[in-house]
């Protein structure tokens, strides 16, 4: 009886998140045994070079000798109390300094973090409607797991079963970059509005790249009707800079939103602002949140390190974009050599490469015309090759500094072989 066999007969689809079914390059999952800087070993020791990267927090590479030898000497000292330690106050200390906000929440998971960042916006405003954007995934909570429906304004269906109308009936959705469609539902439910929430780079549709000006104007719009704005950068914080991306559009949100590498890639999130809104939480004020493994030792130590390396080592984002620029050319001039119908897009160091589009990618309604089919003989042909990308063209391609300047041409060679065998 094969891995997956086994795994069907005790786990849901034999996975533990729908992203590693491989379901839509019709794979059954590849199961990891290990792994060591840019690469990945399977449980049939194929050797993969990694372009997931666990979804983001692997930044440094995997088993970055110095840092693995710290977390075994923390394994020492104990993994969890259930009461507070000094790491969750460093880390806390790093993360608001890095980010310019007053105080910070641990929890366990980016969906933790959102939805609490939610509740406390609720609860500071006293109002009860939120505003999302369609392709912009905020964690599987029910209030945000929601699809607009064909742009009307309206109140949207929920995207899963299990999640009743009436959890979602405050939720509206908006079209990513486009600021009218904002204002016409702010202007209709304004009085109504709790909090705006948003990927200010959205890469849970593939990476969409914001218009700068349709970030200031969100800003601008949220602050004049008392709504706050969040910004989830569950994926972005950290990762494209260290700190949050609002640097880069100039422009500060009342909420934040984080997780991947703040736990070192151990389960965790956070979400931070403003000291007035902060104080809101328990044991303060009203707003309540709790959780036995939040601030957990563990992930607190092992945050801790891997950003005080990024901190003291910023030379590392420098790196990453300049490899996802040679990256993202490569591919084009791939592309357009080859005559493919295809679509790099890009923001940093984070890329996707959409199939069946040649036009500019700004919101869902592109994402959408996206073909499937060549994307997934491309997955399968450059995984042949030895490169193991999201088994899906709606994620992020994700570097480490761990991929040095020959993986990156090697990355190239095999695409251009790959786009020919699809052609």
């Not at 075994?72 to 200390?93: H, N, P, R, S, W």
């Not at 029910?142 to 304004?153: E, H, I, N, R, T």
């Not at 160091?349 to 959409?354: A, E, H, V, W």
């Not at 030895?386 to 570097?399: K, N, R």
Request: with cysteine.
């Amino acid at each position: 009886m094969n891995l997956f066999t086994r795994a069907k007969k005790v786990i849901p689809g034999g996975v533990n998140s729908p992203v590693r079914a491989f379901g839509s390059v019709n794979m059954d999952p590849i199961f990891i045994k290990k792994a060591k800087g840019p690469f990945l070993y399977d449980v049939n020791s194929n050797k993969y070079i990694d372009y997931i990267n666990s979804w983001g927090p692997v930044i440094l590479g995997h088993g970055k000798k110095d840092l693995i030898e710290k977390a075994k000497k923390y394994l020492e000292d104990g993994i969890t109390f259930g009461l507070a330690t000094e790491e969750e106050v460093k880390l806390a200390q790093l993360i608001t300094n890095a980010t310019n906000t007053d105080m910070i929440r641990f929890v366990n998971s980016g969906t933790e973090a959102t939805m609490s960042a939610i509740r406390l916006a609720r609860g500071f405003t006293k109002r009860n409607k939120i505003l999302k954007f369609e392709g912009c995934y905020h964690g599987h909570s029910d209030s945000l797991l929601v699809k607009s429906g064909s742009g009307a304004l309206t109140f949207n269906s929920p995207t899963s079963e299990g999640v009743s109308r009436e959890t979602i009936m405050h939720t509206i959705v908006a079209r990513y970059n486009d600021i009218n469609d904002v204002k016409e539902k702010i202007e209709e439910y304004k009085n109504d509005i709790a909090c705006v929430i948003i990927e200010p780079v959205a890469a849970n549709m593939g990476v969409v790249v914001p218009d700068e000006s349709f970030i200031k104007d969100l800003r601008k719009i949220t602050e004049e009707n008392k709504i706050l704005l969040i910004f989830d950068e569950v994926i972005t914080g950290f990762r494209i800079r260290f700190g949050s991306v609002d640097k880069l559009f100039n422009v500060k949100a009342d909420l934040y939103c984080f997780g991947k590498i703040i736990g070192g890639g151990l389960p965790v999130g956070a979400f931070a602002g403003r000291r007035e809104i902060m104080q809101k939480l328990t044991p303060l004020g009203g707003v309540y949140q709790a959780g036995t493994l939040s601030g957990n030792p563990l992930a607190m130590k092992m945050g801790y390190d891997v950003l005080t390396y990024l901190k003291d080592h910023q030379e590392i984002y420098d790196k990453l974009d300049k490899n996802a620029e040679k990256l993202a050319l490569g591919f084009e001039k791939n592309i357009k050599e080859l005559g493919i119908n295809a679509k790099v897009s890009k923001f940093h160091s984070i890329l996707s490469l959409f199939f069946g589009i040649d036009s500019e990618i700004k919101s869902y309604d592109d994402v959408k015309n996206a073909d499937n089919n060549m994307f997934e003989k491309y997955f399968k042909s450059m995984l042949k090759s030895g490169f193991m990308f999201a088994p899906s063209q709606y994620e992020a391609i994700f570097l480490s500094d761990a991929i040095d300047d020959s993986i990156i041409e090697e990355t190239i060679r095999k695409n251009r072989e790959a786009l020919k065998s699809i052609n």
